[in-house]
């Protein structure tokens, strides 16, 4: 190290704040303008309603960003979390974690808190009473002494509740003997909500010490226990979370094993950090992270030690074995050596690349169909496709979340040759199929399969390229399919489809272990105005497929794909520009390019 390296050390900086804010635009630039003069790198997530911060850097820059941030009376009482640490050293695990690039966005929400959309948010001024690091010991360390007026009398009411997923808990947790501790075993928060509205018995009358890493996901899961309604009133929440905990007490204190985090450092922890987790597959005491090892299924980091890591190897996670989603079985050598052989997967689907045995595996490809269609009327428009990538190839189509209503035109009928009009209604509602969307216009209101609207006018075939609305809710959909069917390669979309598709491209270092994929194939599509749109910025290796300036697409025009397919990287992208309509064509050379750039993934 030189002495310039050690004058001036690295560090990393956590902190958020839930506020109303009120220029989004403005804060954006500080935020670009101030973290590229620093040298910043990591995540800025700004909301309406606050801001949720991971950067690393110089700690003298880090603490020139803190003075920054603290001039503006939004922040008053942010509480900023900095540790000094060694630069990232490990590329793979610097670059998932974002700390190879600085990246600011705004988001609708700074924490996920539900897969579905909420009638109403939890309202976080509602949130459970704030503890200090040194409160939080003190409460577990008497145990069954009055917190303050109104709270337990005996340990038999106090539990704990960690607020984190799963694979964190696995490597360390709070422990207090006589103190029950609620590990959810969620895979990613947004799982949180539903398992508190299933667990509200167990948590109903006691009094509630919540903790997650950094404290903000206590905010928003402690105000949505507190809206339970009586008997959820006694909440409590680690302020500063695990991290300002274990600098209070550095021998661990109650804590025991490690604290996961966000960042290059995967996990940090007391002077006394026990190994308290074990390998997935021998069992044998192991908590490092610094693999990347995943469930095939779910994607959930997953730990495998050393010994044990074979490349090639496919890995379940303990809730996918648990739910018998592709099980494996993993008898263990004496040396540690795994042989990992999958149960209920067809071995001739596995590629010899990816999973270490001798044949092909087909890619998987989550299909979206255009605006007010369904999953099987686009089965049915590429079937020509499927059939001619059948040996590389697997499709899989689904409807899209929002069900449209049926509109009908009354048709006009020249009736013996006189000007006399004839009104047909709306045929039978038994004949027709229904109709679906992936964004719909912002004052959108669903309708049922028996709601008929009559045009007041003639159609605008060009309609959905103006619709924004919807997005955030067709986002958890497909996070909920990925979880029930995934994992998938890649993402096809099509007309409206595409200009979803290209939505999930845009946020894809964002959704990492919730929707991982390879690869967009993006079928006469079109760009949406929204913030996550820059030029030339998705980092996605992608297949632009439209009508060229003298096709027949009367849909989508040329351009609009053209200019869709520029947000792309340059590098990473391929383009074809065919002759037909809106479709997807299937013959030479068209088919050709198709299937030479599937074989990269292969």
């Known amino acids: 190290m030189s002495d310039l390296e050690q004058a001036d050390p690295y560090g990393v900086l956590l902190y958020y704040k839930y506020a109303s804010v009120p220029n989004l635009d403005e804060l954006v630039s500080f935020y670009e303008l101030n973290c590229n003069s620093l040298g910043l790198l990591g995540r800025v997530r700004l909301a309406p309603h606050g801001v949720n911060v991971t950067v690393g850097g110089k700690l003298s820059a880090l603490e020139e960003h803190i003075d920054a941030v603290k001039s503006n009376a939004l922040f008053e009482g942010t509480d900023f979390k900095l540790a000094s640490c060694d630069q990232p050293l490990n590329d793979k ?11 600011v966005r705004v988001v609708e929400e700074l924490v996920t808190f539900s897969s579905q959309p909420l009638v109403r948010s939890p309202d976080i001024s509602f949130a459970g009473r704030h503890l200090s690091a040194l409160e939080f010991h003190s409460v577990l360390q008497s145990a069954g002494k009055l917190l303050d007026e109104g709270s337990p009398t005996s340990s038999e009411r106090l539990v704990l509740l960690d607020a984190r997923n799963l694979y964190e808990t696995r490597i360390g947790k709070f422990h207090k003997p006589g103190v029950e501790t609620l590990d959810p075993q969620i895979r ?37 226990i507190k809206g339970k309604g009586p008997g959820f009133g006694n909440v409590y929440q680690l302020y500063g979370g695990i991290q300002r905990y274990l600098e209070q007490f550095p021998d661990g204190g109650f804590f025991k094993g490690k604290n996961f985090v966000f960042d290059h450092r995967i996990s940090v922890g007391s002077s006394n950090a026990n190994v308290i987790s074990t390998c997935l597959l021998c069992s044998c005491l192991f908590d490092d992270y610094s693999a990347r090892c995943r469930c095939a299924s779910c994607r959930m980091l997953v730990l495998v030690c050393d010994g044990c890591q074979v490349e090639g190897s496919i890995y379940t996670c303990e809730l996918c074995q648990k739910h018998g989603k592709c099980g494996l079985s993993t008898p263990v050598t004496e040396n540690c050596q795994s042989e990992v052989l999958p149960r209920e997967i067809d071995l001739k689907t596995l590629s010899s690349d990816r999973q270490g045995f001798g044949t092909s595996r087909k890619l998987r490809i989550l299909c979206l169909h255009g605006f007010r269609q369904n999953a099987s009327s686009f089965k049915g428009r590429t079937a020509s496709l499927a059939k001619k990538l059948r040996n590389i190839v697997e499709l899989v189509f689904v409807d899209a979340p929002h069900e449209l209503r049926f509109i009908f035109r009354p048709s006009v009928i020249d ?5 006399v009009t004839e009104h047909r209604g709306p045929p039978p509602k038994e004949k027709c199929n229904k109709k679906f969307a ?6 959108f209101s669903a309708g049922s399969e028996a709601d008929w609207k009559v045009a007041d006018g003639p159609f605008d075939p060009l309609q959905y390229q103006q619709q924004t ?9 497909l996070k909920s399919m990925y979880l029930r069917d995934g994992p998938f390669d890649g993402i096809l979309g099509f007309s409206q489809g595409a200009a979803m598709a290209a939505l999930v491209c845009a946020r894809k270092d964002n959704l990492k272990g919730e929707m991982d994929f390879r690869f967009a194939i993006l079928c006469s599509g079109f760009a949406l105005n929204l913030a996550e749109f820059e030029r030339g910025s998705i980092n996605c ?11 027949r697409d009367r849909q989508i025009p040329n351009e609009a794909s053209a200019d869709l397919a520029e947000y792309f990287e340059n590098g990473s992208r391929v383009v074809i520009q065919h002759e037909g309509g809106h479709i997807i064509p299937t013959r030479s050379p068209h088919i050709d390019v198709v299937k030479n750039f599937l074989q990269r993934f292969l």
């Open 93 to 103: 695990v610097a670059k998932e974690c974002g700390f190879t690039s600085l990246s």
């Open 188 to 224: 990613q928060y947004s799982d949180l909500h539903d398992w508190i509205d299933d667990n509200s018995e167990r948590l109903q009358g006691k009094c509630i010490l919540m903790y997650c890493t950094g404290g903000i996901r206590c905010e928003m899961a402690s105000a949505y």
């Open 415 to 419: 009736v013996h040759s006189e000007s």
């Open 438 to 443: 992936w964004l719909v216009p912002p004052d």
């Open 469 to 477: 609305g919807g997005f955030d809710s067709s986002l958890a959909y």
């Open 541 to 551: 290796p992608s297949l632009h497929i439209f009508g060229s300036d003298h096709g």
